[in-house]
Every structure is written in C-alpha cells, then in structure tokens.
C-alpha cells in the first residue's frame, strides 16, 4: 500500500497542447493526440499500479479497495471531461482528457495478468466488479463522443 501511495501523485493525468508549426494546416485535436509528451511514459505508471495491486494484495477485498482509489479519481474526472465535451465547447482539452484518461485505465487493467487456464489452486481473480464500472464508463463516452475518432481509437487500442 505505501508503494502505490507512494506514485500516487505521478496517476494524476495532465494534457500538454502542442505548439502548431502552422495553425491552419494542423488540427490541434490530432497534434495533441501524436504528440502527447510525457503522457506515454505515465501510461507505464499506471500499467505498474495495476501489477502492484494484483501482487502485493491477496485478499479480493484488499485487491478491490486499492483498485477502487487508483481507478475512482480517474472515472471521476472522466465523468467532467464528458461533460464538458458534450456542452457543445471547442476546447480540445477536455477530449484529449477523455482520451488520455481512457488509455490510462487501459493500462491499468493491462497490469493484470490474463486469466489462467487451468486456474491454479488458491488464485484470486481480478476486482471483475471494478474493471465492470471501468468498462461501463469507457462504454458511456464511446456513446457520447462517437464523432471524435481519437476516442474511438482509445477504446480499440490494444
């Protein structure tokens, strides 16, 4: 638990806009999207935070507490951003949010390992009631911001 209090400030998603070499041939939404600056290698943060809860906790409820205060301020500023983008603004940020956040939790989920086959004695499995609110919000805003394809491209990105 202290590991993962310990990153805890790096799982707090900024986005960077790009400065354009010439703003009416470039699209700040696509720019921001290629060229994401430090948001990549945070993706690895949250990839580790996810290996640490599966590790270091072998109890369920232990494994879905601390899955839960990972994934929560995530869904929450999720649930902003959607907002924001369905009130009809041109403000590239809160998309780019969107995208960056539904990567992130991505990534968390990547930290678990597939699950076996045969299941081994004694294993326990992924907090699958978390990863259901995960997947049903990244569901909401797929539905709601269909017509950005960079959020299309967040969902189906391995």
């Not at 907002?83 to 989920?109: C, S």
């Amino acid at each position: 638990m202290n590991l993962i209090e310990g990153i805890r400030d790096l799982l707090v998603i900024q986005v960077e806009l790009p400065e354009l070499d010439d703003p009416e041939q470039q699209d700040l939404l696509t720019e921001a999207i290629n060229n994401p600056g430090m948001f990549d290698a945070q993706l690895y943060m949250f990839e580790t935070a996810g290996m640490l809860v599966n590790v270091l906790f072998r109890s369920k409820e232990q494994q879905t507490s601390l899955l839960l205060s990972i994934v929560k301020p995530l869904l929450d500023d999720l649930s902003v951003n959607l907002q924001t983008t369905t009130k009809g603004t041109q403000d590239v940020v809160p998309i780019v949010k969107v995208h960056h956040i539904i990567m992130a939790l991505g990534n968390v989920a990547k930290g678990f390992p597939d699950w076996p086959s045969p299941v081994p004695e004694g294993w326990i499995g992924p907090p699958l009631d978390v990863f259901g609110q995960v997947g049903q919000a990244i569901i909401v805003c797929l539905e709601a911001m269909n017509v950005f394809k960079v959020v299309r491209d967040a969902v189906s990105l391995p």
